[in-house]
């Protein structure tokens, strides 16, 4: 049956194992969440804290983010907690240091996604490097970097189709080389840095989407920078395409 299914996401594989031993003699298995799925559930558990290159974050807020605005997907499911907070109160929280003798009634007494709850935070804020990721450290958003890249890709767009007097792609492309490489490699510097946030967030389909299309565009701006390229992956769509996924990230990196 579903409902004895704990699924879990987490990468402590001390706890892990303690937790499933646990599990299993209370006649309950637990499975691994998979991020790439995404999949309706009864009982998701979160362990933390969450490690990421040897710091650790609280993860439940960002996914308690995203299953909130995807709730109608969602609706039956109960988001758990596990970790360390000797004094968290929460009905949703787990404490590692005092297991509950009874999961039965820890798991019914449990509220589901659109029930409120709230767990004060115990390690490091994954939402606040997540915000950094966006609107970056000196006020350059990424959000600005993706304009700057929009105006050069659309200025070679407009002289393609005959709507700047005396200019083709070529002319057109050497008059935004300069900035499209700047602000490419910027993009993709901020992009590298914060991608491994990333990794531990329910939103994981559009951050891979966002990576594909980035390809596309470094291949054009630093390998093939010629017309037919350029229409190949429609350029000016890829932009869009990129700005319509990070702005479905974004809607999740909220306090």
């Not at 659309?154 to 057109?172: L, S």
Request: hydrophobic letters at 35%; glycine letters at 4%; aromatic letters at 14%.
């Amino acid at each position: 049956m579903e409902k004895d299914i704990i699924y879990f996401f987490g990468n402590n594989e001390v706890m892990i194992k303690k937790l499933s031993a646990y599990f299993n003699k209370r006649n309950y298995t637990l499975k691994k969440y998979d991020l790439n799925q995404l999949d309706s559930v009864h009982y998701l558990l979160l362990i933390e804290p969450y490690s990421i290159q040897g710091n650790y974050f609280d993860i439940h807020r960002i996914f308690r983010n995203y299953f909130e605005k995807e709730s109608s997907r969602h609706s039956k499911l109960k988001l758990l907690v596990a970790g360390f907070d000797t004094g968290c109160d929460c009905r949703n929280y787990l404490n590692l240091l005092d297991m509950p003798s009874n999961i039965d009634a820890f798991l019914l007494r449990a509220g589901v996604i659109r029930e409120p709850w709230k767990i004060r935070p115990s390690n490091g804020d994954l939402i606040a490097q997540l915000d950094k990721f966006f609107m970056g450290h000196h006020r350059v958003s990424l959000f600005q970097r993706l304009n700057y890249l929009q105006f050069g890709i659309t200025n070679i767009k407009d002289a393609i189709e005959g709507n700047i007097e005396g200019q083709n792609h070529e002319t057109a492309w050497l008059n935004a080389a300069d900035i499209l490489r700047t602000e490419m490699d910027s993009f993709t510097n901020r992009w590298r840095n914060y991608s491994i946030y990333f990794e531990c967030c329910p939103f994981h389909q559009p951050m891979k989407e966002v990576q594909k299309l980035m390809g596309h565009l470094r291949s054009y701006i630093f390998e093939q920078s010629d017309q037919s390229v350029f229409e190949r992956y429609d350029c000016p769509r890829v932009v869009a395409d990129i700005r319509k996924e990070l702005v479905k990230m974004q809607e999740y990196v909220q306090y």
